[in-house]
Each structure stands twice: as C-alpha cells, then as structure tokens.
C-alpha cells in the first residue's frame, strides 16, 4: 500500500547546488502535483500534471522544473537552490475524478 | 482576498470536548468539499469530502456545508488526543478531467488530555 512515494525525506543543499525531488505513485492515477508548505502561507502549488505528457504551472512556479516521465513519476527540479526555497515540499496525486489527492510524506529541504 | 480563509489557531480544548473547525471562501464555482488532517511532519491524509450542502457524518466526525454562505465546519465530538494535528480545509472544481483543489491554510489543533 505505497500510495505516493517521495524521495529524499531530508535534504540540506548550499545556496547555487541543484538537485532533484523524486515522486512515484502505484494508484494508476492520471495528475499529479507538487507543493510547498511554509509557515503561515499553508499548501501552495508550484507545478503539476493533469495527465501523461503535460505540465503547468502553478502558483509559485519560479525557480522549479518538473518532469512527468510517465504516468508514475513526477520530478521537482531545483536548478541553482536558494535560502528563499527552504520548504517542506508534498507530491500528490488524483485520479482526475472527484475524489480529492493523495499525499506523500514531504520532503524537508533547507538551503544554506 | 485568499479564496478560502481559514482560522490558523493554535486551537487548544480538552479531551473530550467538541471541536468546531471553519472555513469561508468566496469562490461559488466551488463543487466540492474536503477537510484533510496533517499529523506534525506527515503529509496531509484526506478525512472527510462532500459535494453538497448539509451534513456528512463519519464516526465522530460532522463534515459541513452551507453553500448560502460559503462556509463549511468541521466537528469532532469527543475529543481525543490522537485528534491533535493541523487541519486544513480544502474546495475543489473539475476542469477538463483535473480536479483542482484550492486549501485553507490550517488549524493547529491540539487535545490535552
């Protein structure tokens, strides 16, 4: 019963480095999307993918890439990381229908 | 104005009171409703989800929604203090087979024993 799984957990990267938020789901769902969650500002959308193939961006889309590589996996870039992106960041995802998203466990990221 | 507002609390009741959780929003093209619970670094799991006006009762749990006045609640009768995490509303629309999903921006809630 994996659900929605989201690699790293943690993550400390220095002001300029890039990495890669890694995100697979096992529900055969049709979108996916990826948050940031910061104190006060609550859960806000940085890009997602209604379905294989495609990418938009959401509200907060500066400074990411994402990458749909399938139908399973959605991956966040951060290509030169700044201290404004320390986060908590959640990949979802949805069936496309009205059943709401299912979340992964978050991946703590601080930029030093 | 933010969509949807939300109380971020910090709300405090003790175990087995009953807790009222609310939300306004200002978008009538809201179709459906959500509340999700957030435990302290999970994500965020769906709890409750409803498409109409009136009440949705799950357990311990009421669910809602007065389209009139845009505004939904959330009720927890008795209390526990597993019950204590971050809540957060959530109202969605159907756009071209995507459901898109717009959050409250939580209340911290916690049950003292």
């Known amino acids: 019963n994996a659900g929605v799984t989201q690699t790293p957990k943690f993550q400390v990267l220095k002001t300029g480095q890039s990495m890669t938020l890694q995100c697979a789901q096992d529900m055969n769902h049709n979108s996916m999307y990826w948050y940031r969650q910061d104190p006060g500002m609550g859960l806000r959308l940085i890009y997602y993918?209604?379905?294989?193939?495609?990418?938009d961006k959401g509200e907060v889309p500066n400074g990411y890439n994402v990458s749909r590589l399938n139908k399973r996996e959605f991956s966040l870039r951060l290509e030169s990381a700044a201290p404004s992106q320390t986060s908590v960041y959640f990949c979802?995802?949805?069936?496309?229908?009205?059943?709401?998203?299912?979340f992964g466990s978050g991946t703590r990221l601080t930029v030093v | 104005q933010k969509e949807v507002e939300q109380d971020p609390g910090p709300l405090s009741v003790p175990e087995g009171a009953i807790v009222s959780l609310n939300c306004t929003y200002s978008n009538s093209a809201f179709q459906y409703f959500m509340w999700y619970r957030q435990y302290s670094r999970k994500g965020p799991e769906l709890l409750m989800y409803t498409y109409s006006s009136g009440n949705k009762e799950d357990g311990r749990f009421t669910a809602q929604v007065d389209k009139s006045s845009k505004y939904i609640s959330l009720f927890i009768r008795d209390s526990q203090p597993s019950d204590s995490a971050t809540y957060l509303c959530a109202m969605s629309v159907l756009d071209f087979g995507n459901e898109k999903l717009t959050f409250g921006t939580g209340t911290r809630l916690t049950i003292i024993p």
């Open positions: 993918s209604a379905s294989e193939g495609t990418t």
């Open positions: 979802a995802s949805s069936p496309g229908t009205a059943d709401g998203y299912t």
